[in-house]
């Protein structure tokens, strides 16, 4: 009887965190991070989107100073179902079992240096050193890439937006993000 009471909770915990993982899946794939924004509509672009989304998430859930474990373990939750997709994805497209590991590790890399770049331009609210990030992390090829300072405007704005969300909502699984476009439109409105 006590072991049901453990799977019921389980299955809840794993209905949030798969609720939050397709929350931040929806938010990376906005189409106007990819028409405006000039991200590559690629596998790799939409792998910094999501990475990016996910790193906002996590950062939120450790942003109070107190720990939470239950934010932590939430935390470790969609960190694990992220690699879990990247896995899947790399599958899908064909990558054999004998490769995956080794793009799952440089993956993992790729994505632990972004979260550390992207943590300390956030906590210290440099917004040059934000942008430069990104553009490196998404548009290397490029010299220049404008529509970095955007991203960034974006990125400030969302961890702004999330930082307001209850600790209690967060755990319910209610944890929402910002339309791209509504908050572009309204920085031109608000700087014209």
């Known amino acids: 009887m006590i072991l049901q009471l453990f799977r019921r909770k389980s299955k809840a915990n794993e209905a949030i965190t798969l609720h939050i993982y397709e929350n931040i899946v929806m938010a990376a794939r906005q189409k106007y991070f990819y028409a405006q924004f000039q991200v590559p509509d690629t596998p790799l672009g939409r792998y910094e989107m ?17 720990e939470n474990k239950v934010l932590a373990a939430l935390g470790q939750d969609l960190a694990d179902e992220f690699f879990k997709d990247i896995d899947h994805s790399l599958r899908e497209f064909g990558i054999g079992d004998q490769s995956v590991p080794k793009r799952m590790k440089k ?33 290397p090829d490029l010299e220049n890439w404008p529509q970095a300072d955007d991203l960034c405007t974006y990125v400030f704005a969302s ?17 929402t993000f910002l339309n791209a476009e509504d908050l572009t439109s309204t920085v031109q409105i608000e700087t014209a």
Do not use: E, P
């Open 107 to 139: 993956l993992a890399r790729m994505f632990y240096g972004r979260v550390a770049s992207y943590g300390i331009a956030l906590d210290s609210h440099d917004r040059a050193a934000l942008s430069a990030a990104l553009a490196r992390n998404i548009q």
């Open 50 to 66: 999501l990475s990016l989304h996910l790193f906002l998430t996590l950062h939120r859930l450790k942003s109070d100073g107190v």
């Open 159 to 175: 961890r702004d937006h999330l930082s307001k969300l209850q600790d209690q909502d967060i755990a319910a699984g209610r944890l």
